[in-house]
């Protein structure tokens, strides 16, 4: 089936600040094919927004191989084109121990989701962006420039995708654009799948830390997702955008 509308590909678009970008998108009058493993999320998802626009549900683990490639198949089965990525599927557990309880297979599977992963979406999607003169979004953290202990095996994945972008908007261009989100404390509690999904609750305090002076949305980073992968931002490659509310430029001492 082959569509008018611009097409994206979006990872882990059944939860979380994934599933905003889809439902963005969505709004900004795209086509969105959401990757999830997680079937009931992404399903629910599909469902959900269908009358926002074309938006098609594709079970896929990021961190294996023959499940991406069959993603990126199918997004070009359907829709005919793929004009962006957004590489947002992640997790942190269960790599969180101390380093010298950290079990390999640990480390491995949450290098394999966050990092692997993203390598995969591009190397399989990367002659169709082309095609389109598209753009390529990854979401990486504040945790790549600041860490809490025991958390080496993430902070590790989302310094690699920092590079990981830069790296890739030097190769790519100037036909595909290449830029990186690294979010800060981003609230999801509402937009997980329904049976987890709550109201936020949040004290003063969690609110007065940020400079900003509120805990991040998922909103904050689909809005900016989107710009990035519009024509508006032609000149724009190879960046790392930090949305955090002002946190990583705060200096902090116990008094």
Same mark, same amino acid.
């Given at each position: ?41 992404? @399903? ?50 269960? @790599? ?8 390999l297979e640990d480390w491995n599977r949450v290098i394999g989701i966050n990092l692997t @992963? ?41 310094? @690699? ?73 032609g000149f724009v490659t190879g960046q790392n955008f930090i949305v955090d509310g002002g ?9």
């Open positions: 089936m082959t569509h008018d509308r611009r097409v994206a590909l979006v990872t882990g678009g059944g939860q979380g600040i994934g599933k905003c970008i889809v439902r963005h998108l969505l709004g900004h009058g795209m086509a969105v094919v959401i990757a999830e493993i997680d079937v009931e999320a992404g @399903g629910e998802a599909e469902e959900s927004f269908k009358h926002l626009g074309p938006v098609r549900f594709c079970e896929t683990d990021v961190s294996n191989e023959a499940s991406v490639e069959s993603a990126v198949h199918q997004t070009i089965e359907h829709f005919g084109r793929l004009d962006a990525l957004v590489n947002n599927a992640g997790i942190a557990h269960p @790599g969180n121990a101390p380093v010298h309880e950290l079990r @992963g993203m390598f995969l979406c591009v190397k399989h999607s990367v002659l169709h962006l082309r095609r389109a003169r598209g753009a390529i979004v990854n979401i990486a953290s504040t945790r790549a420039l600041q860490s809490e202990p025991n958390t080496e095996a993430y902070s590790a994945t989302k310094g @690699g995708v920092l590079a990981f972008t830069h790296a890739l908007a030097m190769s790519l261009g100037p036909d595909i654009r290449v830029n990186c989100i690294s979010p800060g404390w981003i609230d999801v509690s509402e937009w997980k799948k329904s049976r987890f999904a709550k109201k936020p609750h949040f004290t003063e305090q969690d609110h007065a830390q940020h400079p900003a002076g509120r805990v991040g949305k998922p909103e904050d980073i689909a809005t900016l997702a989107a710009f990035l992968i519009s024509d508006e931002a946190m990583t430029k705060k200096m902090i001492y116990v008094e």
